[in-house]
């Protein structure tokens, strides 16, 4: 019994962790569309 729970508390920090590096991406990638959007008008004047 305490190899599964040992199994679970690890998973459970996997888990964690997983979720905490697709929070990561995702504010990394709302920055680079609000740079990308507020440079935009600068790239591309007519």
Known sequence: MDILKIYK???MIEVVWSVNIMIA?????VAWVLY?????DQKFTS
């Open 9 to 11: 508390k690890n998973f």
């Open 25 to 29: 991406i995702l504010i990394i990638g």
């Open 36 to 40: 990308y959007i507020f440079t935009y």
